[in-house]
């Protein structure tokens, strides 16, 4: 297959995980392909904290919708003709190369290089390297560490991001 029909890309508000949103829809558009984006929340990260603040949930579920909302609209306005918007939960590293790739059909997945700081990609490992060693499909990992100088952030601002946590 030279063509992708079936792109899902990672997203977490991140300006990696923008950036390589930018990417996919711009694949999306050449391949004339269906862009599934997700957005995993990691409900072994607030875990402890639920207990003393049982809102935590529902606000990660607020965040995620109004995330994928702004992306899916500005995927439409650029011209990406089949959008889906995935919110699921548990372990990002497990449920994109996997549960995702699998209901979808994705036949390549696109996330950015990072998220994390230096200790906790030792301690850890990052997801997109989980996604590498485990996707069935092709990754495109999108490397940011350095934006391009014309990069201007359509969806995950630091204001957008503090407005809705």
Excluded at 131 to 141: E, G, H, Q, S, Y
Aim: contains cysteine.
């Amino acid at each position: 297959m030279l063509q992708y029909q079936n792109i899902l890309v990672a997203v977490d508000g991140s300006h990696e995980a923008e950036w390589a949103f930018q990417k996919a829809v711009e694949a999306a558009k050449r391949n004339n392909a269906k862009l599934s984006i997700i957005n995993v929340i990691d409900t072994r990260s607030f875990a402890s904290v639920e207990a003393y603040d049982r809102s935590i949930s529902a606000r990660a579920n607020e965040f995620a919708q109004k995330l994928l909302d702004g992306y899916e609209k500005v995927a439409l306005d650029k011209g990406v003709e089949h959008v889906e918007k995935i919110i699921d939960y548990g372990s990002p590293k497990s449920i994109i190369p996997k549960k995702a790739v699998e209901k979808i059909g994705a036949d390549v997945i696109v996330c950015g290089s990072t998220g994390l700081n230096a200790v906790e990609r030792f301690i850890i490992g990052s997801v997109s390297e989980a996604i590498v060693r485990n996707a069935k499909c092709d990754v495109l990992v999108v490397r940011t560490e350095t934006l391009p100088s014309d990069f201007e952030p359509l969806v995950a601002t630091e204001d957008f991001m503090e407005q809705n946590r």
